[in-house]
């Protein structure tokens, strides 16, 4: 939801923290069950001044969903058009969604569990996107495919095996803990490969691959 004409910018410091506020709520106990007035207690604001700064409830879970998709979309487009091999691309787009569900992970519950809860235009446009992302995902695939560098799989199946494991870190995952999302990227990547790869296909030097990219890219 942009600033309205006229509002500071700690209209808009404070309006982050709320989304902040809400997405630590919904994540412990759900969207549904959390009330308008549990978020302004939080917030430390009136029913009436926190209208004043979201808009509605339901604006709140737009604006946490758009936090995981707007920059995921954005690298996701950004990797997809790298003149990189399909193999090496879907290594990074592998880490880029794990540092965001490392990063935000009280968000990445709520925009797993809860968007069922967006109504009309709001759904549409989440679903669209989702769409877009899942579409980046699978056509990696398919060109990792169509190299030889993958055996053929069902290109569907193949996107949701990517995704499902990587989705799912959120679960168990701690910023803080002994795993950041290189090392977790690294390890699911070449567990996929092992699996995905033709047999001809030599994936030991990936990560090699993999640093050399960053340093051109660093450079």
Partial sequence: MPRPPGHGPGYEIKRQEIIDQAAVLFARQGYAATGIAEIGQVAGLAKGALYYYIGSKENLLVEIQDRVLHPLLSAARRIAALEEEPVLRLRLLSQT???IILA????????????????GANRSR?????????????DLLIA????????????????????????HTYQWARPDGPWDAEFLSREYCATLVSGFSSPGYDADDLEDRVREFRDREAG
Avoid: C, S
């Fill in 144 to 167: 990792a495919m169509d190299t030889g560098a993958f055996r053929k799989l069902d290109p569907r199946l193949a996107m949701l095996q990517f995704l499902n494991m990587h989705n």
């Fill in 104 to 119: 935000r992970l009280d968000h990445i519950w709520v925009y797993e569990h809860d968007y069922r809860h967006l109504r």
């Fill in 97 to 99: 969604l794990l540092e």
């Fill in 126 to 138: 989440l679903l669209r996107q989702r769409r877009e992302f899942e579409k980046i995902v699978q």
